[in-house]
């Protein structure tokens, strides 16, 4: 049974970083896609950054030079360091890992102006 377990959220204001955490129990994690979630208010759940098996990253065209996703394998962990916030930053993040479509239980992140 794979579990994604977050933590790193909170409120920061404009121009902070925050770093987010997701560590991982079960399954082959130097195998797994992980990614980067963002939910807000009204709309759709949207990919923040995604980081593949091999360590290759995408990022959304809005967080990209801010924000940078990472892995350690050793740990079985995934990290999102996010840095120059804004407000439009703030949502609940979730970690994601595939294969087996497995989800974290979610962040909250508040960027105040």
């Known amino acids: 049974q794979v579990q994604l377990l977050e933590s790193g959220g909170g409120l920061v204001q404009t121009g902070g970083s925050l770093r987010l955490s997701c560590a991982a129990s079960?399954?082959?994690?130097?195998?797994?896609?992980l990614g980067w979630y963002r939910q807000t208010p009204g709309r759709h759940r949207e990919l923040v950054a995604r980081?593949?098996?091999?360590?290759?990253?995408t990022y959304a065209d809005s967080v990209k030079g801010r924000f940078t996703i990472s892995r350690d394998n050793t740990r079985a962990t995934a990290y999102l360091q996010m840095a120059d916030l804004k407000p439009e930053d703030t949502g609940v993040y979730y970690c994601?890992?595939?294969?087996?479509?497995?989800w974290g239980q979610g962040s909250q992140v508040s960027v105040s102006s």
């Open positions: 980081i593949s098996s091999e360590g290759d990253t």
């Open positions: 079960g399954g082959i994690f130097r195998l797994s896609s």
């Open positions: 994601y890992r595939d294969p087996g479509n497995y």
